[in-house]
């Protein structure tokens, strides 16, 4: 298939990467064009789980990426999703199938408004989290740290979901869960659980741009706390009727480890796989973008299900003191979908249906 792969960060050239290795035609495209910059050859080297070099296509604009792609794959950090998916909008056409790799806030939702209000009928799916972990090595190269087992996904409409499954299926291999919604993969992805308090807890090594790595500082402290953040993203997620995976269960599938507690887990990916570096600035999207699109959403949710979060209340608190901003209010999706004037049975609907 036709590819076009929107976003040139880690998990953009380890899409890239993964879907070329698979034979399919890809094309990658940079919104600022930096991320392409050392493709100069279209040559992409790859590591880890699995390695080798793939030619891929380098697209100098949106229009280019998309024209004659069968699929689209938005693979960027959620705070780069709106002004994206603005750009997108006016050159999908109808019948294209659009991923979300991976959707915080509802972001397909707005999407989904915006190809309406166009009147294009795309086939949107979202999934919970990345078929992979990765981290670019180079202006050219990335490693491929480990492809998960198991992982959610839901479309828009949600009477699409199988349909894009297979798709998905198709494109990456048969490592996908239908999930109930698009609200469901909103609530599913585990990434802000885990990145926030863990920056939280590392603050002086981010400060001082010390090396560190993840999973080996993950450690029991630190992981109760993670998993009571968890708890409250659960509790938020049976109140709108979900039942989304734990951590726990997300590194059991993501990771090959046994059920057991966090802390257990994290020293047993470090040890068998390595763990990711961790960040070394305040500039981290473990802040920028895991806070105002993944814990203050999770708990804008829990107030509208009128459940308490004070988990995650306050690791939006103390990481907004941390780096001096109000991350509360710095969720364009939320504000563009008019999320606080939503109530359960919309928010419910709007996730199952679309518009």
């Not at 590819?3 to 070329?20: D, P, T």
């Not at 180079?138 to 996904?153: A, E, H, K």
């Not at 802390?263 to 920028?288: I, N």
């Amino acid at each position: 298939m036709k590819v076009a792969v929107l976003g040139a960060g880690s998990i953009g050239f380890a899409n890239a990467a993964l879907l070329a290795h698979g034979g399919h035609e890809v094309t990658i495209w940079s919104p600022s064009g930096q991320g392409t910059a050392g493709l100069l050859d279209g040559r992409l080297t790859f590591t880890g789980a699995i390695g080798g070099v793939a030619q891929v296509g380098v697209a100098s604009g949106i229009d280019e990426a998309v024209a004659g792609s069968e699929v689209i794959l938005l693979s960027l950090p959620a705070y780069g999703h709106a002004n994206v998916m603005r750009a997108l909008a006016p050159v999908v056409r109808d019948g294209q199938a659009v991923f979300v790799m991976p959707m915080l806030s509802l972001s397909s939702l707005y999407l989904a408004r915006l190809l309406h209000a166009r009147g294009t009928r795309a086939r949107i799916a979202s999934f919970g989290t990345t078929v992979m972990t990765a981290r670019k090595t180079g202006p050219d190269s990335v490693n491929l740290i480990s492809l998960r087992s198991r992982l959610d996904i839901a479309a828009l409409p949600a009477r699409d979901t199988d349909a894009m499954r297979l798709l998905a299926v198709a494109l990456f291999g048969d490592r996908f869960n239908a999930q109930a919604d698009t609200l469901a993969i909103a609530l599913v992805n585990v990434n802000p659980i885990s990145h926030v308090p863990l920056a939280l807890a590392n603050l002086s090594r981010i400060e001082k741009a010390q090396p560190w790595t993840q999973y080996d500082h993950m450690t029991g402290a630190t992981a109760r706390q993670i998993s009571a953040v968890d708890r409250e993203r659960l509790q938020v997620a049976a109140a709108f009727g979900l039942k989304v995976r734990s951590i726990e269960e997300h590194f059991h599938h993501s990771f090959g480890v046994p059920l057991t507690d966090l802390g257990s887990q994290a020293q047993m990916v470090h040890e068998r796989l390595g763990s990711p570096a961790g960040p070394v600035s305040l500039d981290t999207r473990y802040f920028t973008e895991d806070v105002p699109y993944g814990l203050a959403f999770y708990a804008a949710l829990g107030r509208a299900a009128g459940v308490a979060t004070p988990a995650l209340d306050a690791c939006v608190v103390l990481a907004g003191a941390a780096c001096g901003r109000d991350f509360a209010t710095e969720n364009e999706l939320a504000a563009a979908l008019g999320l606080a004037r939503l109530n359960v049975e919309d928010l419910r609907k709007l996730a199952r249906d679309g518009y």
